[in-house]
């Protein structure tokens, strides 16, 4: 069993920047962050092999966000540079244990950070 405690996130105007972090209690395969903006589906934003040290973007956010990890203190983050409205969403993030799947399908990770809300005003 793996547990997820975010942190960060926020208000920023557009063209801000806002950092999201992830601690992870255990070892994980992959970690990753999605969104969820209101009546819309909840999607992957980009992800990370925690042990290989790939990244994933969602097209949306290539050359804006970047994530990374901090092995020694088992932490994924996000920075997220160049906001736009449009990125203001719920953010998750999410590790698995397990291995295969799409890294953007949330049906693919087992554990599940509270969430974090990120507002861009314009």
């Known amino acids: 069993q793996v547990q997820l405690g975010q942190s960060g996130g926020g208000s920023v105007q557009a063209g801000g920047s806002l950092r999201l972090s992830c601690a992870a209690s255990g070892d994980t395969y992959r970690m990753g962050w999605f969104r969820q903006a209101p009546g819309k589906e909840r999607e992957g934003v980009a992800g990370?092999?925690?042990?290989?040290?790939?990244?994933k973007y969602a097209d949306s956010v290539k050359g804006r966000f970047t994530i990374s990890q901090d092995n020694a203190k088992n932490t994924m983050y996000l920075q997220m540079n160049s906001l736009k409205p449009e990125d203001t969403a719920m953010y998750y993030c999410?590790?698995?244990?397990?291995?295969?799947?799409?890294?953007?399908?949330?049906?693919?990770?087992?554990?599940w950070g509270q969430g974090t809300q990120v507002t861009v005003s314009s």
């Open positions: 999410a590790a698995t244990d397990r291995y295969g799947g799409s890294w953007s399908n949330s049906k693919n990770y087992n554990y």
């Open positions: 990370i092999y925690t042990r290989a040290g790939d990244t």
